[in-house]
């Protein structure tokens, strides 16, 4: 049974930093793509960045040079450093997997085959 399972959330002041955990199991986790997604109180999810089986990365435009993500495959995790935040940054991020070698846009929602319960982010301004 596949798990992802994220944690590292919590309350910053804006400007501060924060770095988010998504641990797998229940998978052959170097063989997935792993995505992060995020949605703000009253907005539609939206994607934040992938991370795929060979390390490929994308990041959406609202965080790009702000955002890291990376992934350490011996210990199933994906991890998001997250830098300069703002209030727009507020939101319950989710992780979520693709796989294995999944070929494909790691965009949209649908591309993802099981999602993380979610970990809240609050930006004080």
């Known amino acids: 049974q596949v798990q992802l399972v994220e944690s590292g959330g919590g309350l910053v002041q804006a400007g501060g930093s924060l770095r988010l955990s998504c641990v797998a199991s229940g998978m052959l986790f170097s063989r997935y793509d792993i995505g992060w997604f995020r949605q703000g109180p009253g907005k539609e999810r939206e994607f934040v960045a992938a991370?795929?089986?060979?390390?490929?990365?994308l990041y959406a435009d609202s965080v790009k040079g702000r955002f890291t993500i990376s992934r350490d495959n011996p210990k199933n995790t994906v991890y998001l450093q997250m830098n300069s935040l703002n209030s727009e940054d507020t939101a319950v991020y989710s992780c979520a997997a693709a796989g294995p070698f999944k070929r494909g846009a790691v965009t949209p929602a649908g591309y993802y085959n099981y999602w993380g319960q979610g970990t809240q982010v609050t930006v004080s301004s």
């Open positions: 991370i795929k089986w060979n390390s490929g990365i």
